[in-house]
């Protein structure tokens, strides 16, 4: 395994240690900043392990299935704790996760049929400003500015969710027909 491809492993590792110390009772006050420290860090290796699989030719079809799913499964953890905190709206959620689902049944279906959907431009875009959207929420500082960035950041969110949607749906229409 090379080392792009054990950054994506390591980041979906770090998920769990993420979800206990943003949910659990013990670190009244501080848990959360501990998860936004953990978050970071997963963050940043989707992208050092992108740019390293680039840069020396690393990129293998195991990192382009699970680089997006890892991305996903931080993600979307991140998002789930942040609507039992209050900050985030369900039903903006299910969205998100609904477009994951669809996504990850195309490339299933594609993989059935020996193709490799990697992550689009629009994906990479959503995920970036949905990490940025978590951070923003996970730090929720009392500043009027700040609360209404991180409102902009969940419409934006939700809006390249959608866009990324359409954009591979569109793209991608075709791996639909060729099943074998």
Known sequence: ???PNKLTCFRV???PFFVFFMMAPFFEGYGNYIALVIFIVASLTDLLDGKIARKYHLVTNFGKFMDPLADKLLVCSAMICL???G??????VIIIISREFIISGFRLIASDNGVVIAASYWGKFKTTFQMLMVITLILNLPYTWFQALGTVLIYVSLALTII??????????DVLKDQK
């Not at 900050?87 to 903006?92: D, G, R, T």
């Not at 990324?164 to 229409?173: C, F, G, T, W």
């Open 164 to 173: 990324s949607l359409i954009d591979y749906i569109v793209k991608n229409k």
């Open 1 to 3: 395994m090379n080392l």
């Open 87 to 92: 900050q985030l709206a369900a039903w903006i």
């Open 13 to 15: 590792v770090l998920i």
């Open 83 to 85: 609507i039992q905190t």
